[in-house]
């Protein structure tokens, strides 16, 4: 037969896909990785911002370990007046902590202190001003686990730490 006769018309391809719009499917997709991506930045920032309270807590056992292994007072207080002294100064980055001395470096960690413990001016606070200085062999005669307590409740209380002060 002929085509006249029939009357066909010729095959029409359809049109090519086009990339855009894309499908709904895809917009799901970019958003789960967006979201995904943004769990992961958060979770990184929460994760290095407690590394201070961890290093700290961490540090605190050890010399508390320490203590109870060799019982030396002397020793005792001078690691507890660093780990105060290095903790102030990585919390509060901003304040000028390194100069404070004597009273008014009690005065600082009473002020500073969430739990409103006001013992560092105490005979038991006093301890950290004067046994750093003292020689190793020397025999401090103070209550250890009243000045662990005290250097506990300023170390473990909740500081506001600035972006980038996580380091000890």
């Known amino acids: 037969?002929?085509?006249q006769t029939l009357n066909l018309r010729d095959i029409h391809l359809p049109e090519p896909i086009s990339w855009w719009p894309v499908a709904p499917g895809w917009w799901l997709?970019?958003?789960?990785?967006?979201?995904?991506?943004?769990?992961?930045i958060f979770s990184r920032k929460v994760?290095?911002?407690r590394q201070l309270k961890r290093d700290v807590h961490a540090e605190l056992e050890f010399i508390k370990q320490q203590y109870q292994a060799a019982g030396n007072k002397s020793q005792l207080a001078k690691s507890l007046s660093i780990l105060l002294r290095r903790a102030s100064i990585s919390?509060?980055?901003a304040t000028n902590i390194a100069g404070l001395t004597s009273e008014d470096w009690l005065t600082y960690l009473d002020n500073t202190n969430a739990s409103k413990n006001t013992g560092f001016q105490s005979e038991i606070g006093k301890t950290l001003i004067t046994a750093p200085y003292l020689p190793d062999n020397s025999k401090l005669d103070y209550d250890a686990d009243a000045l662990i307590k005290l250097c506990?409740?300023?170390?473990l209380s909740p500081h506001k730490t600035t972006p980038g002060s996580n380091t000890l």
Request: hydrophobic share 65%; aromatic share 16%.
């Open 1 to 3: 037969m002929n085509e």
């Open 29 to 40: 997709l970019l958003a789960a990785v967006i979201l995904l991506v943004a769990i992961i």
């Open 47 to 49: 994760y290095k911002s």
């Open 91 to 93: 919390f509060y980055p």
């Open 152 to 155: 506990e409740s300023w170390l």
